[in-house]
């Protein structure tokens, strides 16, 4: 019976070790500073995507998001969901899943002074190899794909 409690204890330490271990957002941070500088569009079917750079928006604490040129923006890197409220114009709600080789962004615009405000938009950055990366945006259909070029 000491031996099935031990075997217990073990594994319950394990899994609290697991849960309380960095969060998805620690190793997205360290991931995005390799994969920053100049990229150029290898292919495309928007006009969104132009030869740009990735960079944070405040290279002092980089949780203020990132930028992949003027019109491609991922701001404040937090965990899971969180909603805020623009005045005199919506909710907007923000849902950030970090992966192991990108960012998933959710956002949602609701509760509108102007209804014609209200949608839901998803978009996503992936680093395919070492050197390019894909950017996708759902409503409307962008997708493109950049390789890294020296600085």
Do not use: W
Not at 16 to 21: D, E, F, L, P, S
Not at 49 to 70: A, V
Not at 90 to 118: A, Q, V
């Amino acid at each position: 019976m000491k031996c099935f409690t031990l075997v217990l204890l073990t594994i319950s330490l394990f899994s609290c070790y697991a849960v309380a271990g960095p969060s998805n957002k620690t190793r997205f941070i360290p991931l995005l500073k390799t994969k920053l500088g100049n990229y150029e569009v290898t292919s495309s079917n928007s006009g969104l995507c132009t030869n740009s750079r990735l960079q944070f928006n405040n290279p002092e604490d980089p949780e203020q998001g990132f930028s992949l040129g003027k019109e491609i923006l991922f701001n404040s890197l937090h965990n899971g969901t969180r909603t805020i409220q623009k005045p005199n114009y919506c909710f907007i709600t923000s849902s950030l899943k970090y992966k192991t080789n990108g960012l998933e962004n959710g956002l949602r615009m609701s509760r509108c002074d102007n209804p014609i405000h209200e949608r839901t938009i998803k978009q996503s950055i992936t680093f395919l190899t070492d050197n390019t990366l894909k950017y996708t945006l759902d409503n409307p259909s962008v997708e493109c794909e950049f390789i890294k070029v020296a600085d």
